[in-house]
């Protein structure tokens, strides 16, 4: 009964990974109580999901006004491009460590460190986007007498769209990735399965990042989805 | 102005990296940490210096360990014990958990590792951790056992054994009459209990803490097994999961303290190095001899202080190997 598996070919793998994810398994370690199965996937995904969402509204909040300020302004663009690179510099698994270490885990804890991953892609794009819509256009709208705030709303945030998403769209793939480890401080979402091999074996972890990508790539068409809803139909692009 | 750009990116992230790492490090040390090196005090053991054979250069070992210092520190002992031996030995340490090191045994991609009689016991063979014997001798005859059906074999126990322990800040087991774990009964409800993510499940662990000692926490929380201390320094966790042959409970011993596992949930467990049949045959009988012979030495004290070498005075694995052979008398 030792824990050995045989090479496996991949489709009885992701057999086994989609058999974990919906039906209970049994483990060694755990002394009879059984692991996996659906009901542990949805408790995980949802802690999973929560965190990405609460991390991202702090993201935005904090970086999207700034970001449209400078972009409007026109002022502090090596602000905003040197913290979109140095943001992609920071690592991951570190930033956890350090934040767990330095102001404690939890949700609370966590939603700051992920929030400081999601910051520069947004704050970055949304300077650049707003900051390429054409002056001409700009120098129109101030020409009919908008006012700043009203030219950034109705001309600038329209036109510059697809660019505030990519950054919204990027941050979120960074944070829902990260908080797949999660369990390292404090909060339970599916990296448990990845981190925990001995407990959920091969399957498990299979699952686990299985799952993931699931999550990953379902807030990817939410997030586009949304975006099509903003962007406006000049920009759009038609066939025929 | 693009050149100041790019200027600026490389210092900004580069600043921002060495933060971070400064940050880590910092954080992983530890305030109070006891002065200066002394010498492992051990009595060197009754083996002698390790005798190189010749014969031995044309067997290669790779010796491989898991995913925490004291595995590493253990590993980097047979690796360079063996070596003096006159094999030709590398070292593959850090493989992962107890299934990943198996895994590596069996496919051949190690030659041995060390591993703890309890988990293997546990992990491998299904046991529950009340069946797992308290005494050394014979939970490695159990091991072996098993082990031997698959090909394997695993050579005696070291003299020191590593059991998990629920661990406290000495004010709190003041505060609440703590002494064995069962006095948390009735307790535990108010406190919260922080363990590695995989503590969750085992019965060896919080499992066995629900279901054989009937308790219920306020609340379990997942941390990094490197944060075990930290967590009860910064007052998040009321009770820890901590390991016996932590530097810091002899260092600190002021600060910091285990309670009694009075029911035995946490089976205790010797190490005992575990390698196929069939490389223990053709490596001859200086491989199992060299690997006992330095392992007389290795008593719960003497890893106590070379787990605080590496954790908590940031010596590497293989410096604190190194020393420990010559200052034992197996090797220089």
């Known amino acids: ?27 060694n370690v755990t002394g009879g109580k059984e692991v996996g199965g659906i009901d542990q996937v949805v408790e995980l995904t949802l802690n999973q999901l929560e965190l990405t969402v609460l991390a991202l509204a702090l993201s ?35 930033l956890i460590a350090f934040i767990a270490a330095a102001i404690g885990v939890g949700v609370l804890n966590l939603t700051i460190a992920l929030a400081v991953l999601g910051v520069p892609p947004i704050l970055t794009n949304a300077f650049v986007g707003i900051h390429q819509v054409d002056r001409a256009t700009v120098d129109a709208a101030r020409g009919m007498g908008m006012t700043e705030f009203e030219i950034l709303r109705r001309v600038e945030v329209p036109l510059a769209i697809p660019t505030i998403f990519t950054g919204i769209r990027g941050a979120t793939i960074a944070i829902v990735a990260t908080a797949t480890i999660a369990p390292l401080a404090g909060v339970l979402t599916l990296g448990d399965f990845i981190i925990n091999q001995n407990v959920y074996g091969d399957d498990g972890v299979l699952a686990g990042a299985i799952v993931v990508a699931l999550l990953a790539l379902t807030l990817e068409f939410a997030l586009a989805g949304i975006q099509r809803l903003l962007t406006p139909e000049g920009l759009m692009l038609k066939t025929t | 102005m693009r050149i100041d750009q790019t ?16 940050g880590v490090a910092a954080c992983g040390s530890d305030d109070d940490t006891t002065g200066g090196s002394t010498a492992a005090e051990t009595d060197g053991g009754e083996g002698g210096a390790i005798v190189s054979n010749p014969a031995n250069g044309k067997v290669n070992l790779t010796i491989g360990s898991k995913n925490f210092p004291e595995q590493e520190i253990l590993g980097e002992i047979y690796a360079q014990a063996l070596a003096a031996a006159g094999y030709t030995v590398k070292s593959d340490l850090n493989l992962g958990s107890e299934t990943v090191a198996l895994k590596s045994v ?26 797992v014997p308290a005494d050394a001798t014979e939970a490695w005859e ?15 126990p070291t003299p020191l054994a590593s059991a998990n ?96 596992d009075d029911k035995e949930v946490f089976p205790a467990g010797n190490v005992i190095f575990v390698t196929e049949k069939a490389t223990a045959e053709k490596a001859g009988p200086d491989y199992e001899k060299t690997i006992l012979q330095v392992q007389e030495g290795l008593t719960l004290e003497v890893m106590q202080e070379l787990d605080a070498r590496v954790e908590l005075e940031k010596q590497t694995p293989k410096e604190a190997a190194a020393s420990y052979l010559e200052s034992a008398g197996y090797t220089g």
């Open chain 2, 142 to 156: 159990k091991a072996n056992e098993e082990f031997e059906k698959e090909g394997l074999t695993a050579f005696e």
């Open chain 2, 106 to 131: 069996e496919s051949g991609a190690i030659s041995g590792y060390p591993e703890y009689a309890s988990t293997a016991l546990t992990s491998f063979f299904g046991l529950e951790p009340e069946e």
């Open chain 2, 165 to 260: 322990a629920v661990g406290t800040l000495k004010k709190t087991a003041e505060k609440y009459e703590l002494e064995d774990v069962s006095d948390l009964e009735g307790v535990s409800k108010e406190l919260s209990l922080y363990g590695s993510p995989e503590c969750r499940q085992r019965i060896d662990c919080l499992a066995g803490l629900e279901k054989l000692y009937g308790l219920k926490f306020k609340s379990f929380n997942p941390v990094d097994i490197g944060l075990r201390y930290t967590v009860l320094e910064k007052g998040q966790a009321d009770l820890s999961i901590l390991f016996t042959t932590d530097p810091q409970l002899s260092a600190e011993s002021d600060k910091f303290v285990i309670l009694e």
């Open chain 1, 60 to 94: 935005l909040v904090v970086a999207l006004p700034v970001g449209l300020y400078l972009g409007h302004r026109g002022t502090g663009q090596l602000f905003a491009i040197a913290i979109g690179n140095a943001g992609r510099a920071v690592p991951e698994l570190a």
């Open chain 1, 1 to 27: 009964m030792i824990g050995a598996l045989p090479p496996h070919p991949v489709l009885a793998s992701i057999g086994g990974a989609i058999e974990f994810i919906f039906t209970p398994q049994t483990s």
């Open chain 2, 7 to 22: 200027k600026l990116r490389m210092v900004l992230a580069g600043v921002l990296a060495l933060a971070l790492a400064l």
